[in-house]
Each structure stands twice: as C-alpha cells, then as structure tokens.
C-alpha cells in the first residue's frame, strides 16, 4: 500500500509541474507566403494571419490554432492589371470564394519531437467551410517559428483547371498543390 500512494504522490507531483502556456501570435510580424505551380510556371502571394496562439508545456510546443484573414490574398509576382486580374480570380468562387468564406483555420497539435526545434503536427485545416486533416513539421527558435505545407486544393473544392478533373488541359493545367510558408513571431 505504501509502495501504491508514492507512486500516486509521484504522478500527481508530475502532472501538478505540468504548466500549459498560451502564447499569442503577434499577426503584424508573422507571415504566410503561398505558391501555386501550373504548366508555364508559378505565382507567389502573401496571406495575413487574422488571430492565433501556440501552446507550450513546460516549455515544449503542444499544438495551436490558427485563423487566415483570406480578404488579405494578395499576388506579388505581377504588378498593375495582371495582379489585380488574379487577385480577384483567386478570390472568385473558382478559387477560394473569399466572399463567401472571409477566413480559414488550422488547429494543430503535436505527434512528436522531430530533433531539439522541430515537432510533427497533425491538424486540421479549414477552407471554403471544408475542413481536412493536414500533417506538417513546425520549427520553434526563441520566439520565432516556421513551418511548411503542401496543400491540395482539390480537397477544398478548388477544381478549376485542375488535371485530375478536366482532361486535355495542355499547357493550361494548374497543379493541385500548392504550398504554405509560415513564418510566425509571438
């Protein structure tokens, strides 16, 4: 019996040291670039990061949650009229239907340590009201983290030009995925 209430003092100092800390994102610092590929090339852009924490224990990263501001998506390898003309395609019901969907969420949490810095994640992103499971890595230096995705937009109901549902396309196809950098500062 006395071996049975150490252990249990034993795990109740354990879990009693357990300390969970929520650490909010500081949006204007933080960062997503996105990058979507087709047949003749690529296009880059910027998203904003409306809201969002990471939540550490004892001193470890434990998961997040996060929500884009997609009124944000911007292009920046065109200028002038061709930015504005994919911007606004982009935003279209062909693409991520910002009207009707003024956000998108990511809440994470982590599998496992991937080294000192770096954990597994699994989570779920919500897009056009779609919500899927995501797996990615996610780095943390200091106050600092980064982490990369790869997105498939057909699983959000973004066919337009997509191979995998229009056949014949040629040099007008754009590819499926399409990928994520987040660079966050809390």
């Given at each position: 019996m006395k071996k049975l209430s150490v252990s249990i003092f034993a795990l109740v100092m354990a879990l009693g040291s357990i300390t969970a800390?929520?650490?909010?994102?500081?949006?204007?610092?933080?960062?997503?670039?996105?990058?979507?590929?087709?047949?003749?090339?690529?296009?880059?852009?910027?998203?904003?990061?409306?809201?969002?924490?990471?939540?550490?224990?004892?001193?470890?990263l434990?998961?997040?949650?996060?929500?884009?501001?997609?009124?944000?998506?911007?292009?920046?390898?065109?200028?002038?009229?061709?930015?504005?003309?994919?911007?606004?395609?982009?935003?279209?019901?062909?693409?991520f239907s910002v009207e009707k969907n003024t956000s998108s969420k990511l809440v994470f949490t982590i599998d496992s340590a991937e080294g000192k810095n770096a954990y597994a994640a699994t989570g779920n992103l919500t897009i056009k009201g779609i919500t899927k499971p995501v797996s990615f890595v996610i780095s943390v230096y200091g106050s600092k983290a980064t982490a990369s995705l790869k997105i498939d937009r057909t699983d959000y109901d973004i066919q337009y030009r997509s191979g995998s549902f229009i056949e014949n396309l040629g040099d007008k196809a754009i590819y499926d995925d399409f990928d994520l950098v987040v660079d966050l500062e809390f």
């Amino acid at each position: 019996m006395k071996k049975l209430s150490v252990s249990i003092f034993a795990l109740v100092m354990a879990l009693g040291s357990i300390t969970a800390q929520e650490k909010k994102v500081n949006t204007e610092a933080s960062s997503i670039e996105w990058k979507g590929y087709k047949v003749t090339g690529s296009h880059t852009g910027t998203l904003a990061i409306k809201e969002g924490a990471l939540v550490f224990n004892n001193d470890k990263l434990s998961g997040g949650e996060f929500v884009v501001d997609m009124t944000t998506l911007t292009v920046t390898d065109l200028e002038g009229g061709m930015k504005a003309k994919l911007e606004g395609h982009l935003k279209s019901d062909d693409f991520f239907s910002v009207e009707k969907n003024t956000s998108s969420k990511l809440v994470f949490t982590i599998d496992s340590a991937e080294g000192k810095n770096a954990y597994a994640a699994t989570g779920n992103l919500t897009i056009k009201g779609i919500t899927k499971p995501v797996s990615f890595v996610i780095s943390v230096y200091g106050s600092k983290a980064t982490a990369s995705l790869k997105i498939d937009r057909t699983d959000y109901d973004i066919q337009y030009r997509s191979g995998s549902f229009i056949e014949n396309l040629g040099d007008k196809a754009i590819y499926d995925d399409f990928d994520l950098v987040v660079d966050l500062e809390f």
